[in-house]
């Protein structure tokens, strides 16, 4: 990790993210952990998946989400400002902007792993074969979708 400060524009390297429509502007990184700055429209969602290398976790700034992930079963739990979201390494979870208004929040995993990698390899892809082929290369892996019937 380098010495300095991140402005709050200011992503390292001047980088952003588009990610499944959600703007990440990553913040630090080193080999310990990387952390960044998420803004996710409303009626937009990162499906449930799982990281096998990584602990997350979400502190919320402006904005709601509704964290689906298993606590005696399947859940879905409200995080509102001010709240931190704790996801352990192998605990399958979805995030979804169900609140109608854009919702921003502070992401970060540790260790780093290859997720920043991920990010460069997704930033602008739409087709969801190929983010889920890119994602289990980088130790992130998508669910399949319910049963419909």
């Given at each position: 990790m380098d010495i300095g400060v991140t402005e709050?524009?200011?992503g390292l390297d001047g980088i952003a993210w588009n990610v499944v429509g959600h703007t990440?502007?990553?913040?630090?990184?080193?080999?310990a952990a990387f952390v960044w700055h998420a803004t996710l429209p409303p009626g937009t969602f990162v499906p449930p998946h799982i990281h096998t290398t990584q602990d997350e976790w979400i502190y919320m700034l402006d904005g709601a989400l509704e964290i689906e992930?298993?606590?005696?079963g399947p859940a879905?739990?409200?995080a509102r400002p001010g709240d931190t979201v704790r996801l352990p390494r192998n605990?399958?979870?979805?995030?979804?902007n169900r609140s109608g208004r854009m919702a921003t929040c502070v992401f970060g995993v540790a260790p780093a792993a290859r997720?920043?990698?991920l990010f460069t390899a997704l930033d602008g892809l739409t087709d969801p074969a190929e983010l889920v082929?890119?994602?289990?290369r980088h130790d992130v892996h998508?669910?399949?979708?319910?049963d419909a019937g």
């Open positions: 709050a524009a200011e990440y502007v990553p913040k630090l990184l080193s080999e992930f298993p606590l005696d879905v739990h409200a605990v399958a979870h979805g995030i979804f997720l920043f990698d082929r890119i994602s289990a998508f669910l399949p979708p319910p």
